[in-house]
């Protein structure tokens, strides 16, 4: 049974935070998920970083793109209506949809009115968010992936793991036994046949979809375009066949114009993959016209809310609303390389996802826990294209958590003990000279090698050493009176004498 299917069926793995431990330790022992996840990541970090060396001037690029999100999220209001009365002005559709709820509404209207029976969707982390596919399944609507990864993950019933590379956690055996059940027929680990039979079962979805659905790396705020990226061409598929074309995008997914959606795409494809810019890049305004060769008769953007207008304003968090989904930080991250996308149980996973998901779902008790998946190193922060601090949102995060006292009582006490101890000189004097003689029936060979209770987990993999009779305060005191009363050595008052007879005349 793969990962996510069996999280599905746990009650206790299914819940982000509770199941955080479990899922962790399943992924720590699965040697095949970590060598893949690590061998993908390698592949993509170091790409991205020979990517910025050829580019040149990184850092430049880097503030230009922090600079435009930053105005575009501080001016989210004036945007959204430029984007969405130019959108209108080219002839599509705008809803804005506060919830994942109205999102869904808004789509079954749509598909209803069109009797849409099949919808052939291109990548869009947006519609995993709302969970759009099951809601379609439930009434009878056909939702097929066309990106190669999210087909292989449909396929295998499972969710996406990384923001680009969904399937980063397979390998060709793994494909090539799912297309094999598919299929009814046997297919070899190779890359070729298996593309080709992916390729041939989406070419019918293509043609016959009534609607095509996609999501949006930009809107451009001047010209109500809708601009995707993809390596694959399914997007270009999905969006100009299917009589109907439905794109699903976050609220923040804006540049005011195209000179700085051209900053944007640079950044982008560089991080994610380490391409100068991605094979394909639509720009996509209005339906069809008058003379078009090719394009939708019907064009609706559905904006999504969904939690985002909270952060706006909060000074410690807006910033995560100019997140360009490029999965940089996730490829540098050492917590996400180890055990991958799935056991963070959110959609959205890596430093990123564990920033955004409590503050999407505003639920800092269950997700909040995601914010302890981390090392705080800041390689998050050094590889994010708009230098968006998630490890001092991580931070943030915990702290939230403790003034809302979501953690466990016994920490409370634990830390609040911990807090007087530190605060008085007296109390934190008594408390040193106790720890000595409290880790006495503990040590072996001069340390701690498996410390009691609570404590245990931190030397599961590392040992506490030896806490010394005498501080090092109380060394240095006794130094200083030693030194204090210590005769005047020769040699130290040797110069000073010279000095002296020097200066006589
Ligand atoms: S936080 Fe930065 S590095 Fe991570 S996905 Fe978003 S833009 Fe990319």
């Given at each position: 049974m793969s990962g996510t299917a069996q999280h599905e069926r746990d009650p206790?793995?299914?819940?982000?935070?509770?199941?955080?431990?479990?899922?962790?330790?399943?992924?720590?022992?699965?040697?095949?998920?970590?060598?893949?996840?690590?061998?993908?990541?390698?592949?993509?970090?170091?790409?991205?970083l020979k990517a910025m060396d050829d580019f040149g001037d990184w850092e430049t690029w880097r503030e230009r793109g922090r600079a435009i999100?930053?105005?575009?999220?501080?001016?989210?209001?004036?945007?959204?209506?430029?984007?969405?009365?130019n959108v209108a002005k080219a002839g599509g559709h705008v809803h804005f949809c506060r919830s994942g709820e109205d999102a869904v509404r808004a789509f079954l209207d749509i598909a209803n009115k069109a009797?849409?029976?099949?919808?052939?969707?291109?990548?869009?982390?947006?519609?995993?968010?709302?969970?759009?596919?099951?809601?379609?399944?439930?009434?009878?609507i056909e939702a097929v992936e066309t990106d190669l990864g999210e087909y292989i993950l449909q396929l295998a019933k499972e969710t996406p793991s990384h923001l680009i590379i969904p399937a980063i956690h397979k390998n060709k055996r793994q494909i090539a036994d799912l297309f094999s059940d598919h299929a009814g027929e046997p297919f070899p680990a190779e890359t070729r046949p298996l593309?080709?039979?992916?390729?041939?079962?989406?070419?019918?979805?293509?043609?016959?979809?009534?609607?095509?659905?996609?999501?949006?790396?930009?809107?451009?705020?001047e010209s109500g375009t809708i601009t995707l990226v993809s390596n694959e061409?399914?997007?270009?598929?999905?969006?100009?066949?299917?009589?109907?074309?439905?794109?699903?995008?976050?609220?923040?997914?804006?540049?005011?114009?195209f000179a700085d959606v051209e900053?944007?795409?640079?950044?982008?494809?560089?991080?994610?993959?380490?391409?100068?810019?991605?094979?394909?890049?639509?720009?996509?305004?209005?339906?069809?016209?008058?003379?078009?060769?090719?394009?939708?008769?019907?064009?609706?953007?559905l904006v999504l809310d969904n939690g985002r207008s909270s952060q706006l304003g909060d000074p410690q968090f807006q910033e995560v609303l100019h997140c360009i989904r490029c999965a940089a930080c996730l490829n540098v991250?050492?917590?996400?390389?180890?055990?991958?996308?799935?056991?963070?149980?959110?959609?959205?996973?890596?430093?990123?996802?564990?920033?955004?998901?409590?503050?999407l779902q505003q639920d800092y008790q269950e997700a909040g826990q995601l914010a302890y998946a981390s090392s705080l190193c800041g390689a998050c922060y050094e590889?994010?294209?708009?230098?968006?601090?998630?490890?001092?949102?991580?931070?943030?995060?915990?702290?939230?958590?403790?003034?809302?006292?979501?953690?466990?009582?016994?920490?409370?006490?634990?830390?609040?003990?911990?807090?007087?101890?530190?605060?008085?000189?007296?109390?934190?004097?008594?408390?040193?000279?106790?720890?000595?003689?409290?880790?006495?029936?503990?040590?072996?060979?001069?340390?701690?090698?498996?410390?009691?209770?609570?404590l245990a987990g931190w030397t599961q993999s590392r040992f506490l050493p030896m806490k010394p009779k005498r501080s090092f305060r109380e060394r240095w005191a006794e130094l200083q009176r030693e030194l204090a009363d210590a005769p005047p050595s020769a040699n130290a008052t040797a110069p000073a004498d010279a000095a002296r007879k020097e200066e006589r005349p």
């Open positions: 206790v793995l299914s819940k982000i935070g509770s199941g955080l431990k479990k899922r962790t330790e399943l992924a720590l022992e699965d040697d095949f998920l970590r060598k893949a996840v690590a061998f993908t990541t390698d592949k993509l970090k170091t790409g991205r999100r930053e105005h575009v999220v501080s001016h989210l209001d004036y945007y959204l209506t430029q984007f969405s009365d009797e849409a029976k099949l919808v052939a969707k291109g990548k869009s982390m947006v519609s995993e968010e709302i969970h759009l596919n099951e809601r379609l399944e439930q009434i009878g593309a080709d039979y992916a390729r041939r079962k989406l070419r019918s979805i293509f043609l016959e979809a009534d609607i095509g659905l996609t999501g949006c790396n930009f809107g451009i705020a061409g399914n997007g270009r598929m999905v969006s100009t066949i299917p009589k109907i074309h439905v794109v699903v995008m976050g609220m923040e997914r804006l540049v005011p114009t900053v944007m795409l640079n950044l982008l494809a560089r991080s994610a993959t380490g391409q100068k810019l991605t094979t394909y890049t639509s720009f996509i305004t209005g339906p069809r016209r008058e003379g078009d060769l090719d394009g939708p008769e019907e064009l609706h953007v991250c050492p917590v996400y390389r180890h055990v991958g996308g799935h056991t963070y149980g959110s959609v959205y996973s890596g430093p990123i996802g564990a920033v955004l998901t409590p503050l590889a994010c294209p708009v230098k968006i601090p998630l490890h001092d949102m991580l931070v943030q995060l915990r702290h939230r958590k403790v003034k809302l006292k979501m953690t466990p009582a016994a920490e409370r006490l634990a830390f609040k003990t911990y807090a007087t101890a530190f605060g008085s000189v007296t109390l934190y004097r008594m408390a040193n000279k106790a720890a000595y003689w409290m880790q006495r029936p503990l040590l072996k060979g001069g340390a701690i090698r498996r410390a009691p209770g609570p």
